[in-house]
């Protein structure tokens, strides 16, 4: 069974400190705040699915660090961020799997949407210290594809809904997300 975090934040900077002993899946929702973010995976065979999600409106911040501290254990990193104005929004992204961690997982998915002109960065960052390691790294900054738009829009949708329909699938990453639990998040994507 898997430990199961909720955590939305609201125009606020946070630093958020856990150390994992269990398999764990954290969802973290962001309205224009910047967080600070360590992890520490201190248990063998253990698995953390970090989601983050953010909604950005002024210029913000988001660090993460996840650092593999046992062996066999294994991290998947989904950073999912829309920058609403002309304003910057920067993820720096950390997996470290230091010499004595062997047989460990450490991957990241790093995407920012720009919806206007905004300045978007992502620095993400493998510092792998074992050759025994499986690790991945990707980052996107640009626009939804106007194929994707045609594609709805070919449907009888209109650009507003279509635009709508792809930020709510964006940010709402995973089918077993308890959508209760983050409704002041998808009254924000009204909003957009």
Same mark, same amino acid.
């Given at each position: 069974? !898997? ?8 125009? @606020? ?16 929702? $962001?309205?224009?705040? @910047?967080?600070?973010?360590?992890? /520490?995976?201190?248990?063998? =065979? ?6 983050? !999600? ?20 294994? @991290? ?23 010499? /004595? ?15 206007? /002109? ?11 210290? !074992?050759?025994?390691?499986?690790? =991945? ?7 939804? @594809? ?7 829009? $070919? ?17 709402? !990453? $995973?089918? $077993? ?16």
């Amino acid at each position: 069974m !898997n430990k199961i975090l909720y955590i939305i934040d609201d125009n @606020s900077n946070k630093d958020y400190k856990y150390k994992i002993k269990e398999d764990t899946i954290i969802y973290h929702f $962001s309205i224009n705040s @910047s967080n600070n973010v360590e992890i /520490d995976l201190v248990k063998e =065979n253990i698995s953390l699915y970090y989601y983050y !999600n953010n909604i950005n409106y002024d210029d913000n911040e988001f660090k993460i660090e996840v650092r593999h501290q046992k062996n066999n254990t294994h @991290s998947e990193l989904y950073n999912h961020g829309v920058n609403v104005k002309n304003n910057k929004l920067t993820y720096y992204v950390n997996g470290i799997v230091p010499k /004595d961690s062997a047989k460990c997982i450490c991957n990241q998915e790093n995407q920012i949407i720009n919806m206007n /002109d905004g300045k978007s960065t992502i620095c993400p960052n493998l510092l792998i210290d !074992n050759y025994d390691v499986d690790s =991945n790294h990707g980052a996107y900054i640009g626009k939804f @594809s106007e194929e994707k738009l045609f594609y709805l829009m $070919s449907r009888g949708i209109n650009r507003e809904d279509a635009t709508r329909l792809l930020l709510t699938s964006y940010l709402i !990453n $995973s089918d $077993s997300i308890d959508l209760n639990k983050i409704s002041k998040f998808i009254n924000e994507i009204e909003k957009i």
